[in-house]
């Protein structure tokens, strides 16, 4: 089973940006999908970002398109998700997610941090 334990969130003002930062423990990470989920106040959790195991496919939402940038660090077991051009509507609990399986990642399964708070003031 893996840990995944997310870091970096915080206030921004709209326009500015941030790196959230997934760490993980446990076996074989470094073989696991990883994706960014979301959830605002009141909302469904929504997907935001996935990444295959090694970093050659990434998947995105289309709100999220052309802003965040989802990679990976097999070495350092670390899954990182950078924002630009923040919006206050980015304003939400994310969440880190791992599988083995790319598919079960982007469709909500797997294992699942605790979240970090982002929020976007206008």
């Known amino acids: 089973q893996v840990q995944l334990v997310e870091s970096g969130g915080g206030l921004v003002q709209a326009g500015g940006s941030l790196r959230l930062s997934c760490a993980a423990s446990?076996?074989?990470?470094?073989?696991?999908?990883k994706g960014w989920f979301r959830q605002a106040p009141g909302k469904e959790r929504e997907f935001v970002a996935a990444?295959?195991?090694?970093?050659?496919?990434?998947i995105y939402a289309d709100s999220v398109k052309g802003r965040f940038t989802i990679s990976r660090d097999n070495a350092k077991n670390m899954v990182y998700l950078q924002m630009n051009s923040l919006k206050p509507e980015d304003t939400a609990v994310y969440y880190c997610?791992?599988?083995?399986?790319?598919?079960?990642?982007?469709?909500?399964?797997?294992?699942w941090g605790q979240g970090t708070q982002v929020t976007v003031s206008s």
């Open positions: 990444i295959g195991w090694s970093g050659g496919r990434t």
């Open positions: 446990g076996r074989t990470f470094s073989m696991y999908a």
């Open positions: 997610a791992a599988d083995s399986d790319l598919a079960v990642v982007t469709s909500g399964g797997g294992s």
